[in-house]
C-alpha cells in the first residue's frame, strides 16, 4: 500500500480542528461558563457534566453501531456521516452556550437537554472520524502521522482559544455575547474544515464485510484483549487530564494570580505540538508506540506533582509544572489514536471481520466516561473547596483547585501507566498480524481455506513461525 499523501494527512487533521471548535471549547470553558455566567452553582455544574458525559458515552456505542451496519459504495463507511452530521454538531454548540435565565429549574434544565444533544452530535460525527484512521492505512509510521495531524489539528484550535479567547473571560466582561458570536463563527470555519476531510481522507483498506452484525460486533469486543487494556488505560489517563483541563483556567487566574499566561500557555502548547508532532513517527519506528506512551505518562506525572506541591506565591514553578504536565498530556493524544488503530487488526485476524466502527466505539465510550468522571471529580473539588464566582478564593479553595490541577492527575496517570504496562500488541506483533490477515485474504481469493480465527498468528500464512505466547493476549 502506497504512502498517505501530505494532503490526505492535512485533511485528516483539519477533521480534529473543526471536531474540537466544539469539543474542546466545551472542554475549557463549560464549566466557567456554566458556573459564572449561567449562574449555576459549581456542585450542580459537576452533576450535569457527570450525567451528561456519561449519556455521551453510551451514544458512542450507538453511533459506532450506525457505522458498523452502514456503508456507501460512493463515500464509503465513515464519511456520509462527517458530510452530513457537522453542521447540527456546530449548531448545537451555538445552543449550548446560549443558556438563558429561565429561573433555577429551566435554566438547569436547558443545560442538560441542550449539552445532551451536542454530545449526541458530536457522537455521530466523531466516531465515523476516529475510525476513519484505521481504514486510511495499516502502515505504523502512516498512523503515527495521521496521529500528529489529529493532535496538531486539536491543538491549533485549542491554543487560539487560550490565546484569544481565555483572557477575555475576567469580571465585568459580557461573556454572553462573547460565546455567542464565537460558536456563531465556529459554524462557518468549522463546516469548511470537516468538507475539506471529506474531500481528502479516503478510506484504503480492504474491507471483506462492509455491514457487520450485531453478533460480529460483540464477537471482536470479547475476544480483543488489547483494546479492553487501551480502554482501562485511556479511562485512567482522560479521568486525570479532563480534571486538569476543566480547571486550568481557575489555576492561572485564583491560585497564580496569572490570568495573562493562559495565552502564554496556549502558545508554549502550540510550539511544542509543532515541534513534536513531525518527531512522533521516528520515535514510535525507534521505540515503539507502547513505550512513547509511558514515557510520555512519566513525564505528565511529574508535572502533576510539580503542579500540586507548589506554592502559590512561586508562579513560574507553578507554569512550568502545567506546561511538563501538557507536554506529556499531548504525546500520549498523539500516539494512542495509533494504538487504537492496531486493535483493530488484531480484532479482525481474531474474528476475520473488520470492526472500526464498533471498536473506536469502546475506546472512544470509556475516554467519554474518563471525562465525565474527571469533569465532575474537578468541579466537587471546586464546590469542597468553596470556590465562589467573582470573589477571592479561601486557602481551602486554593487547595481544591490543586488538588484537581496536579495531585488528581498524577494520581491517574501512574494507574494509566501500570495498566499499559501489561499491554502486549507490540508494533512488531502487529504487522505480524496484519502479515498474516494479508495471507489469509490471498488464500481466500484463490478459493483455498484460511486459517481459522481462533489459530496462532502463522498459521496458513507463507510463513510458518508462530509469533510466540500470543494466546493470552
Known sequence: MKELSKLS???????????????????????????????????????????????????DVFAGRLVDRSYSKKFGKFRPFIMFG????????????????????????????????????????????????????????????????????ALLVGSALGIFVAPLIK??????????????????????????????????????????????????????????????????????????SSVQLYYLRDVLGRLDLYPVLAIVQLVMTLAMAPM??????????????????????VGGIIVFFAPAFMTWVGFSGLVISLMGVMAVNIVVWALEADTVEYGEWKTGVRTEGITYALFSFTRKTGQAVGGALAAYCLAFGGYKSGAAQSAEAVLGIQFAAGALPAIMTILAIAVMSRYKLTDVLHAQIVGEIRARRSLEQHGEPAAHASDEPGAGTSDPAPLGKTSRL
Do not use: W
Open 86 to 153: 457537522s453542521i447540527p454538531l456546530l449548531l448545537l454548540s451555538v445552543a449550548t452556550f446560549s443558556v438563558p435565565q429561565l429561573g433555577e429549574t429551566g435554566t438547569l434544565l436547558y443545560a442538560y437537554v441542550t449539552y445532551a444533544a451536542l454530545g449526541l452530535a458530536y457522537s455521530l460525527v466523531n466516531i465515523p472520524y476516529g475510525s476513519l484512521a484505521g481504514a486510511m492505512t495499516q502502515d505504523p509510521g502512516d498512523r503515527a502521522k495521521l496521529g500528529s495531524a489529529r493532535a496538531v489539528g
Open 280 to 301: 512522533m513517527p521516528r520515535l514510535v519506528r525507534k521505540l515503539g508506540k507502547k513505550n512513547v506512551y509511558i514515557t510520555a505518562g512519566i513525564l505528565s506525572m
Open 171 to 244: 469580571p465585568g466582561a459580557d461573556l454572553q455575547s462573547m460565546f455567542t458570536t464565537i460558536t456563531l463563527i465556529f459554524v462557518m470555519v468549522g463546516a469548511a474544515l470537516y468538507f475539506f476531510t471529506v474531500l481528502t481522507a479516503k478510506e484504503r483498506v480492504h474491507r471483506p464485510v462492509p455491514n457487520v452484525s450485531f453478533k460480529q460486533s460483540m464477537d471482536t469486543l470479547k475476544t480483543n484483549r488489547p483494546l479492553l487494556m487501551l480502554c482501562m488505560s485511556s479511562f485512567l489517563f482522560l479521568t486525570g487530564y479532563m480534571a486538569l
Open 9 to 59: 494527512i492535512a485533511g485528516y487533521g483539519a477533521g480534529d480542528a473543526a471536531n474540537n471548535l466544539a469539543f474542546t471549547t466545551a472542554t475549557m470553558f463549560l464549566l466557567v461558563y456554566y458556573t459564572d455566567v449561567a449562574g449555576i452553582s459549581a456542585a450542580a455544574a459537576g452533576t450535569l457534566l457527570l450525567v451528561v458525559r456519561v449519556f455521551d458515552a453510551f451514544a
